[in-house]
């Protein structure tokens, strides 16, 4: 293990050995962290303390990159920050602490018994018991506690295929939230269903109860919301689109299958940030029906 506190050493260690120009990490959100020893084509990064936990995930994330890179082609220069509560401010990017998050380069995950996870089980245990029964069931973990780590441990693979969306690591990278959202559920739909398909009930269950008992007066449901109001929705709001988002890249990739992955990649990154503003809603839906597959158009109309 080494500490990454030297931020130079990192920007250096992580930018060598290739020939063609790396895109840049955003360092910053390295330091304190150590780092583990692996010879994958990432660094994994982690909150002292939480070295197991940091072998899991860059176990895990490893298996995932090898499967999303076979369909969309490699991925340069990402890393794995598993952070803990007490450095969520240092480390990580969103204001809610175990919120799993992508930023230029950045993979972002919750170490420990995060407050995402914490949150989850505590709604869940104040719901009526018969309400909850299937939940409880497969999320109840070797030692017969509910622990939604079992959910939210998986969900680095949904930020590992945002970062195939942005292949230079940038500040923004599309001119669509709502379709990078989806594709990147596609991305973790795809690898537990081809790959872990014993472990797909722990993506699914949740978002099959929540789609079932959503929380009462969401102020926005549309796509266009979603990308007009991303910033100022209350974190309920965020969380059901997400599992409306994930409900959706089931049905895409039960229908299209997991090569879609690429062709709507290639279009994230085509129409990047710089075409905001230059197309209508029907133009943009035309374009994602050509040059992708004309289902993306049926989404668009029936949500």
């Not at 130079?8 to 583990?36: N, R, W, Y």
């Not at 939940?135 to 969900?155: C, E, H, I, P, W």
Request: aromatic share 14%; hydrophobic share 35%; with cysteine.
């Amino acid at each position: 293990m080494k500490s990454a506190y030297l931020l130079l050493f990192v920007f250096t260690f992580i930018s060598c050995g290739k020939s063609k120009q790396q895109p840049v990490l955003d360092i910053a959100k390295h330091e304190g962290l150590m780092q583990l020893e692996t010879n994958y084509v990432f660094q994994t990064l982690y909150s002292e303390g939480e070295i197991n936990h940091a072998e899991k995930q860059s176990i895990l994330v490893n298996e995932a990159y090898q499967f999303l890179s076979e369909i969309m082609g490699p991925k340069d220069n990402f890393c794995v920050l598993v952070v803990a509560p007490q450095d969520w401010t240092r480390n990580a990017y969103s204001p809610v602490v175990g919120m799993p998050e992508y930023y230029r380069g950045n993979l972002i995950v919750g170490a420990g018994q995060n407050h995402m996870a914490s949150g989850y089980q505590e709604m869940i245990q104040s719901f009526p018991k018969d309400m909850t029964q299937d939940l409880v069931s497969t999320y109840t973990n070797a030692n017969g506690q509910l622990d939604m780590r079992l959910f939210f441990d998986k969900l680095v693979i949904h930020e590992l295929t945002h970062s195939f969306q942005d292949p230079e690591n940038q500040e923004n990278y599309s001119m669509s939230r709502w379709l990078e959202e989806i594709h990147a559920n596609m991305g973790l739909y795809a690898f537990y269903k081809t790959k872990k398909p014993k472990e797909l009930k722990y993506v699914m269950e949740l978002v099959d109860f929540s789609l079932k008992n959503p929380p009462p007066d969401l102020s926005y449901t549309s796509l266009l919301d979603f990308d007009r109001h991303y910033y100022e929705m209350n974190p309920a709001n965020y969380g059901q689109y997400q599992m409306r988002f994930t409900q959706t890249a089931k049905q895409l990739i039960d229908s299209l299958g997991n090569d879609i992955l690429k062709p709507l990649n290639d279009f994230l990154i085509k129409y990047d940030d710089s075409w905001k503003g230059k197309m209508s809603e029907e133009d943009f839906g035309n374009r994602l029906s050509t040059e992708v597959d004309p289902y993306f158009l049926k989404i668009m109309h029936d949500w």
